[in-house]
């Protein structure tokens, strides 16, 4: 039996393309976002509105639904599915707290197996939990990651285009009143707007959502930042592959060179000869980005850093610079795919 597999990102990354490229496989059955707050209260009827010609994604034209892979398990939502998941677990690893995160997962991966499938699990709300997945299912984790200052201009186009979640969302994910010290030190920082994690997801949404313009641009471009740099380096230690989707669009070299790993790893051939990553010119770029870039970095170094290195004991100085590099901008030699 195949090991399931798991792909981790955030927003904006490209993890859809990656996404329609396992649901190319007719052995997988891709998943896509298993955490996304819509599973709470998705019907059949809905599944069609629910695909990149509907809105302005940039995300690659597929045959059907984002969810209909979910198809057989919904009635009103997905069955198992928890608001919880969203983003109020976004952090959390405690085994014994999240037996219904598990079983629903296990769920999934059951639906899989039983079609002769292989789970792939697509996700953009993992960063944070990826220990616990890691030691709750024996598979292959591979991250994806895009620079953050195009990542964070790909919300911002969304937003002049009238839509704020991706703008939103790391208000919501840092101002929850249950989360790790680090993360609350990062809120109280920025001056978030603080909730308690015990308001549904879309209720908070919209509670925090005005809240966010009172911020200027460069301070949204830092507050993403500065959750960018402690998810990513939550995560870089437990997983196997990360693929920089930058360099698969840039470099034909390590486009191959990519393709031939996934190959290896997972017994299956994923060309991307297509693969369009936007890159947003110097004059799209907030004030000051540079001094946001530098600053965050300091911080991260004198602040929380020795607190990660205390404990995460499997967070290794090898992670921190390839994270310094990609926030920098400054190609490394050799971009470590496997790890």
Known sequence: MNKPIFVHSGWRTGSTYIWSKFRLHSDCMPFYEPFNEVLVHITHDMLPSFQPSNWDSHHPRVATSYFSEYGSLISTGVQGFHPNFTIKNFFRNEQECLWDQAAYLAMLMHLSYQSHRRPVFNFCRSLGRIPWLRQTFPGIHILLLRNPIDQWLSGRAQLRKGNPYFEIMPYLIMGQDEVPPIIRTIAQYWKLPQYTSDIAFFDAYHQIR?????????????????????????????????IDMDELDLSLTYRQEVSNILRETLNLSLPFDDVHITHYGPDNRPPHWQNVIINALQRMESQWLPEMYCSIPELQPEHVNYIIHKVREVPLLEPRIRW
């Open 210 to 242: 005005p809240l966010v313009t009172s911020y200027s641009t460069t301070q949204s471009f830092g507050i993403f930042l500065d959750l960018y740099l402690y998810s990513t380096l939550l995560a870089l230690p437990f997983v196997d592959i990360v």
